[in-house]
């Protein structure tokens, strides 16, 4: 096939978006309040204000944003949340990483955080699961639960004021991620949801929706020959690729929206190396400009 | 960094054809390419293949020609790495990776041993014999790696070299007969003739099956890759491998006429938007 050659500007996928939202009429869910570097913020000045992250008070008294963003104020607290920036990690939160590499008794895990988060090794389930003392053997043996490069995905157990994370796995749910494929989004697209884990069973995939923007796509099950398993590897490619179409939009990924634009190419017979073009995209916007309408209507 | 389980996952899919974003084992990314991108450069591009994102500035100096070959011009090259991009571009690191990859570039796309072969005509570059030429500054910049760089950075030179163009020189006798002094003319430049540099398509193989622009995951993967320069005729100019494991050569074989296959088809749909954007 030759190559498709295409200017960098082609690429609007934001306008692209915006612009379908806004012919639709669909309104932005809430219509929250953006602010860009350096606009001035209203107070209160009966009220008083409490200066939170992303916003300064300039030589005049006035408070600014200091990032692009959302504001968010809770009572007397004005916080500017930025639209894209890394992972702020939050405690309860369902992650994916990788481990990088292995110091003391603990596991360090990139997360595309600021900095490298951590897994004790108390904070594992070991084999035989049962809570006991951690010995020097199983420090020894650390490299027979997680390696140097594996993915694992894990819970925020804490976050510690000089901003370094602690992760736990003691659960079922999660630990070592096996075949499939891991990608990156923008973690402030992934709505924090009561479930991040998801088995999609008549696709045959399991999807984890790491809050710190890295997504997990698998194909599960298996034994019922190769023709089977091929077609879970095409169903997790097809939604790999429609996480991808909502990030590439800066649409929310959550287990909705993602179904949904599986739904879209699958009935639109749309092939999975498709989904990436505009024609596709369109059909996305199109798609999601009708669910918020129909939320509207609601 | 890959695990066990990713490589299976990868390995598995491209058996049976199909890579993690849908593409078949011959497709490329679409290609995102600017031309002139920098605006103190003599030609310049930026090349976005997928997730790799790729700088190219070309700059012509007026230097002195090698003391073997005083009759022929110059090409450098130099290839950085942005910190910014990755933390494995840092320091040390990135210099190691980024004299690798112009390494891979001279030896494979533009100079042989004679100093012809290879896409330009070094010939045409020299003023005078033995004490001038004009020297070509080939700069890279890898702004972000998700595989493929090489293949990326020959896509950005092309479109830089396609903006080249050499001013005329006026050689006059100065004041004393020993030091001639040049009269540069802007005016009169004539184009870069770069139609012949070839790109560089890098093939690897994962299983039983040969892939072309591979991403970051899928280069972890292959235990080796071939970076195979070809020209729009589909001569192979050069071939740097990549990756310790030895490779047999029938596989050597097929790899190199795979790239034969795509390189000018490759070549073909660049050289069509570089003339369509500079408008020649």
Same mark, same amino acid.
């Given at each position: 096939?030759?190559?498709?050659?295409?200017?960098?500007?082609?690429?609007?996928?934001?306008?692209?978006?915006?612009?379908?939202?806004?012919?639709?009429?669909?309104?932005?869910?809430?219509?929250?309040?953006?602010?860009?570097?350096?606009?001035?913020?209203?107070?209160?000045?009966?009220?008083?204000?409490?200066?939170?992250?992303?916003?300064?008070?300039?030589?005049?008294?006035?408070?600014?944003?200091?990032?692009?963003?959302?504001?968010?104020?809770?009572?007397?607290?004005?916080?500017?949340?930025?639209?894209?920036?890394?992972?702020?990690?939050?405690?309860?939160?369902?992650?994916?990483?990788?481990?990088?590499?292995?110091?003391?008794?603990?596991?360090?895990?990139?997360?595309?955080?600021?900095?490298?988060?951590?897994?004790?090794? #108390?904070?594992?389930?070991? !084999?035989?699961? @049962?809570? =006991?003392? &951690?010995?020097?053997?199983? +420090? /020894?043996?650390?490299? $027979? *639960?997680?390696?140097?490069?594996?993915?694992?995905?894990?819970?925020?157990?804490?976050?510690?004021?000089?901003?370094?994370?602690?992760?736990?796995?003691?659960?079922?749910?999660?630990?070592?991620?096996?075949?499939?494929? #891991?990608?990156?989004?923008? !973690?402030?697209? @992934?709505? =924090?949801? &009561?479930?991040?884990?998801? +088995? /999609?069973?008549?696709? $045959? *995939?399991?999807?984890?929706?790491?809050?710190?923007?890295?997504?997990?796509?698998?194909?599960?099950?298996?034994?019922?020959?190769?023709?089977?398993?091929?077609?879970?590897?095409?169903?997790?490619?097809?939604?790999?690729? #429609?996480?991808?179409?909502?990030?590439?939009?800066?649409?929310?990924?959550?287990?909705?929206?993602?179904?949904?634009?599986?739904?879209?190419?699958?009935?639109?017979?749309?092939?999975?190396?498709?989904?990436?073009?505009?024609?596709?995209?369109?059909?996305?916007?199109?798609?999601?400009?009708?669910?918020?309408?129909?939320?509207?209507?609601? | 960094?890959?695990?066990?389980?990713?490589?299976?996952?990868?390995?598995?899919?491209?058996?049976?054809?199909?890579?993690?974003?849908?593409?078949?084992?011959?497709?490329?990314?679409?290609?995102?390419?600017?031309?002139?991108?920098?605006?103190?450069?003599?030609?310049?591009?930026?090349?976005?293949?997928?997730?790799?994102?790729?700088?190219?500035?070309?700059?012509?100096?007026?230097?002195?020609?090698?003391?073997?070959?005083?009759?022929?011009?110059?090409?450098?090259?130099?290839?950085?790495?942005?910190?910014?991009?990755?933390?494995?571009?840092?320091?040390?690191?990135?210099?190691?990776?980024?004299?690798?990859?112009?390494?891979?570039?001279?030896?494979?796309?533009?100079?042989?041993?004679?100093?012809?072969?290879?896409?330009?005509?070094?010939?045409?570059?020299?003023?005078?014999?033995?004490?001038?030429?004009?020297?070509?500054?080939?700069?890279?910049?890898?702004?972000?790696?998700?595989?493929?760089?090489?293949?990326?950075?020959?896509?950005?030179?092309?479109?830089?070299?396609?903006?080249?163009?050499?001013?005329?020189?006026?050689?006059?006798?100065?004041?004393?007969?020993?030091?001639?002094?040049?009269?540069?003319?802007?005016?009169?430049?004539?184009?870069?003739?770069?139609?012949?540099?070839?790109?560089?398509?890098?093939?690897?193989?994962?299983?039983?099956?040969?892939?072309?622009?591979?991403?970051?995951?899928?280069?972890?993967?292959?235990?080796?890759?071939?970076?195979?320069?070809?020209?729009?005729?589909?001569?192979?100019?050069?071939?740097?491998?990549?990756?310790?494991?030895?490779?047999?050569?029938?596989?050597?074989?097929?790899?190199?006429?795979?790239?034969?296959?795509?390189?000018?088809?490759?070549?073909?749909?660049?050289?069509?938007?570089?003339?369509?954007?500079?408008?020649?």
């Amino acid at each position: 096939m030759a190559l498709l050659v295409e200017s960098t500007e082609t690429a609007d996928w934001l306008s692209l978006c915006h612009a379908g939202l806004s012919a639709a009429g669909a309104s932005h869910l809430g219509a929250p309040t953006f602010v860009c570097v350096g606009d001035a913020i209203e107070i209160d000045p009966a009220q008083g204000f409490l200066r939170g992250h992303g916003t300064h008070v300039d030589p005049n008294g006035a408070l600014r944003a200091s990032v692009c963003g959302v504001l968010q104020r809770i009572n007397k607290l004005v916080v500017v949340r930025p639209l894209k920036s890394r992972y702020i990690a939050e405690t309860g939160d369902v992650v994916v990483g990788r481990v990088t590499s292995i110091a003391g008794r603990r596991w360090k895990v990139d997360l595309h955080t600021r900095q490298r988060a951590e897994l004790s090794l #108390a904070a594992v389930i070991l !084999p035989g699961g @049962i809570q =006991r003392r &951690r010995t020097a053997e199983d +420090e /020894l043996n650390m490299r $027979g *639960v997680f390696k140097e490069g594996d993915l694992i995905s894990a819970e925020v157990q804490a976050v510690r004021g000089d901003g370094s994370v602690n992760l736990h796995t003691r659960s079922a749910r999660y630990g070592l991620l096996g075949e499939g494929q #891991a990608l990156r989004v923008v !973690p402030n697209l @992934i709505r =924090r949801q &009561r479930a991040h884990s998801h +088995e /999609l069973g008549e696709l $045959g *995939v399991s999807l984890i929706l790491g809050c710190n923007g890295m997504v997990w796509v698998a194909p599960v099950g298996g034994g019922e020959g190769e023709d089977e398993a091929a077609r879970r590897r095409g169903n997790a490619c097809r939604v790999a690729n #429609a996480v991808r179409a909502l990030g590439r939009l800066c649409l929310p990924i959550f287990l909705g929206t993602v179904m949904g634009v599986v739904g879209i190419s699958v009935e639109g017979g749309v092939a999975v190396r498709e989904m990436g073009g505009q024609a596709f995209l369109e059909r996305v916007v199109e798609w999601e400009a009708g669910r918020r309408k129909e939320m509207d209507v609601d | 960094m890959i695990s066990a389980g990713e490589r299976a996952y990868i390995t598995q899919c491209v058996e049976g054809g199909l890579r993690g974003d849908g593409r078949g084992c011959l497709d490329h990314r679409v290609t995102r390419l600017d031309v002139g991108t920098i605006p103190q450069a003599n030609g310049s591009a930026r090349v976005q293949l997928g997730g790799t994102d790729v700088m190219v500035g070309v700059k012509v100096e007026i230097g002195a020609p090698l003391a073997f070959r005083p009759d022929s011009g110059r090409v450098e090259f130099n290839v950085d790495f942005s910190p910014c991009g990755s933390p494995d571009f840092e320091g040390k690191e990135g210099e190691v990776l980024g004299a690798d990859l112009a390494n891979a570039l001279a030896r494979s796309v533009v100079v042989g041993p004679d100093g012809k072969a290879g896409g330009l005509d070094l010939a045409t570059l020299s003023i005078l014999p033995g004490n001038s030429c004009w020297v070509i500054f080939v700069d890279a910049l890898i702004l972000n790696n998700d595989g493929s760089l090489l293949d990326a950075v020959t896509m950005a030179m092309r479109g830089a070299l396609a903006e080249i163009r050499i001013p005329h020189v006026e050689i006059t006798k100065g004041d004393s007969a020993e030091v001639p002094e040049f009269e540069i003319d802007n005016e009169k430049s004539s184009k870069l003739d770069a139609g012949a540099v070839p790109i560089i398509v890098t093939v690897a193989k994962i299983g039983r099956r040969y892939l072309v622009d591979l991403t970051s995951e899928e280069e972890l993967c292959s235990d080796f890759s071939l970076h195979i320069a070809v020209n729009a005729e589909g001569r192979v100019c050069g071939v740097t491998k990549k990756g310790s494991t030895p490779v047999h050569a029938s596989v050597m074989q097929e790899m190199l006429e795979l790239a034969q296959r795509i390189g000018p088809k490759v070549i073909e749909s660049l050289d069509a938007y570089i003339v369509d954007v500079l408008g020649e």
